[in-house]
């Protein structure tokens, strides 16, 4: 079935610096989500991309979906402490009702 | 708060048990979904039902069932547990059975000892 790769695992940041985590599929994805888990805390939904080439924001959060629907990226601008925890992507993979299959994520810190 | 209840928060039992995990969904959600998360495993879905029905079927293993009930409520059960069932178990509901957000509660953290 399809598997989706996220890098980096793991990324220490200082505050104010960028940062973006990168989800690829060897095959074209229906539609990609992005969810955010604090430490100790439960995955929460972030956004849902569906069309080719398409950006969304959410204030210092950027979301693109790539043309090709291989990969995704999410970009966070001058991170905060705020921003702290492991982010996944995630895509519904047809087949027997639709499983939603979850990238490894990847886990930001950010030092003060 | 997402609006998704899961009891108990903690469950701590022995090998060979069997354990029963419940979840109230998100007023008006008529899909449940379970998930298990481990450190070695990351999140995997296990199971998804829309209005009592089962839907979707992941990597669950036998020893695992599911159901919902007329209420919308779900219950996972784990039998003859083993120490590598040690994780946190997340259930999620959603307004419909397609592709859409989830939204997920706070957790049953199991551990085997």
């Known amino acids: 079935g399809q598997q989706v790769m996220q890098i980096p695992q793991y990324q220490h940041v200082q505050e104010g610096e960028d940062f973006t985590t990168y989800c690829n599929s060897s095959?074209?994805?229906?539609?990609i989500q992005w969810y955010k888990q604090r430490p100790g805390g439960h995955p929460v939904f972030l956004i849902q991309?569906?069309?080719?080439?398409e950006v969304k924001k959410q204030k210092r959060l950027t979301f693109q979906f790539g043309e090709a629907k291989k990969n995704s990226s999410l970009h966070i601008t001058a991170t905060q402490t705020t921003d702290v925890g492991t982010y996944f992507c995630?895509?519904?993979?047809?087949?027997?009702?639709?499983?939603?299959?979850f990238g490894t994520g990847t886990q930001l810190k950010v030092e003060l | 708060d997402s609006g998704v209840t899961q009891t108990p928060k903690h469950l701590i039992t022995a090998t060979g048990q069997r354990v029963t995990l419940r979840c109230s969904p998100r007023s008006g959600d008529l899909s449940v979904y379970w998930y298990q998360q481990s450190l070695d495993q990351g999140l995997q879905f296990l199971i998804q039902?829309?209005?009592?029905?089962?839907?979707a079927k992941g990597n669950i293993l036998e020893r695992f069932s599911a159901q919902q009930f007329p209420d919308l409520h779900s219950e996972l059960n784990l039998s003859s547990l083993e120490l590598g069932d040690s994780a946190l178990y997340f259930c999620?509901?959603?307004?419909?059975?397609?592709?859409?957000?989830?939204?997920f509660g706070d957790g049953t953290r199991l551990s085997i000892l």
């Open positions: 095959t074209t994805l229906s539609n």
């Open positions: 995630a895509n519904f993979v047809s087949g027997g009702g639709n499983k939603l299959t």
């Open positions: 999620a509901s959603s307004p419909g059975a397609g592709n859409q957000p989830q939204h």
């Open positions: 991309l569906v069309k080719s080439g």
């Open positions: 039902y829309y209005n009592g029905e089962e839907r």
